[in-house]
T-cell receptor, first 113, second 110 residues
Framework: DAGVIQSPRHEVTEMGQEVTLRCKPI?????LFWYRQTMMRGLELLIY????????DSGMPEDRFSAKMPNASFSTLKIQPSEPRDSAVYFC???????????FGEGSWLTVV | TQLLEQSPQFLSIQEGENLTVYCNSS?????LQWYRQEPGEGPVLLVT?????EVKKLKRLTFQFGDARKDSSLHITAAQPGDTGLYLC??????????FGTGTRLKVLA
């Protein structure tokens, strides 16, 4: 079975540009999470959805960040405008309703120069 | 803000040695998980502990959940180079909110 699929795997962009990260969760999983990982701050929860509805976005750093889940098989995390301090690995993950295992994608490595 | 502090942050040991990694918080969690992450990949679940005082074993790995459900430990017996990686604890708060620890980076030398 396919796992959580993220794209792009790597992105290098210039400061001020818009960045869109994409995620396809595992089919049948009702919960979707966006995490950010850096050496300094570790793995931080940004936002999570249940049945496509945002439940908790308290981890979203500021208004430059936004996330959407238009349907059960697709989510986006957008940064506009991007800044060098946004450089990190962004993980998408999903969890089935009846389980508690978090299944992570391989991550999107973002570098803002 | 709920925080999970892990110690040590970094650990470099020789093959065959034993080690223990700690995960501590001032908050109570309904369950706690341990994940291992290898370079270029996402974390992968090792174990979930739910009951205070619970002990689970996974081959050479032993996991314990504190009686008060605020802390946990991971003990590895006779470490091998294949155990090298980033170990993360994660506490479940609320329905499905998982908070990750600061991480322990382990390197096992052959």
């Amino acid at each position: 079975d396919a796992g959580v699929i993220q794209s792009p795997r790597h992105e290098v962009t210039e400061m001020g540009q818009e960045v869109t990260l994409r995620c396809k969760p595992i089919s049948g999983h009702d919960y979707l999470f966006w995490y950010r990982q850096t050496m300094m701050r570790g793995l931080e929860l940004l936002i999570y959805f249940n049945n496509n509805v945002p439940i908790d976005d308290s981890g979203m750093p500021e208004d430059r960040f936004s996330a959407k889940m238009p349907n059960a098989s697709f989510s986006t995390l957008k940064i506009q405008p991007s800044e060098p301090r946004d450089s990190a690995v962004y993980f998408c993950a999903s969890v089935p309703t009846e389980g508690n295992t978090i299944y992570f994608g391989e991550g999107s490595w973002l570098t803002v120069v | 803000t709920q925080l999970l502090e892990q110690s040590p942050q970094f650990l470099s040991i020789q093959e065959g040695e034993n080690l223990t990694v700690y995960c501590n918080s001032s908050s109570v969690f309904s369950s706690l998980q341990w994940y291992r992450q290898e370079p270029g990949e996402g974390p992968v679940l090792l174990v979930t502990v739910v009951t205070g005082g619970e002990v689970k074993k996974l081959k050479r790995l032993t996991f314990q959940f504190g009686d008060a459900r605020k802390d946990s430990s991971l003990h590895i017996t006779a470490a091998q180079p294949g155990d090298t990686g980033l170990y993360l604890c994660a506490g479940r708060s609320g329905t499905y909110k998982y908070i990750f620890g600061t991480g322990t980076r382990l390197k096992v030398l052959a």
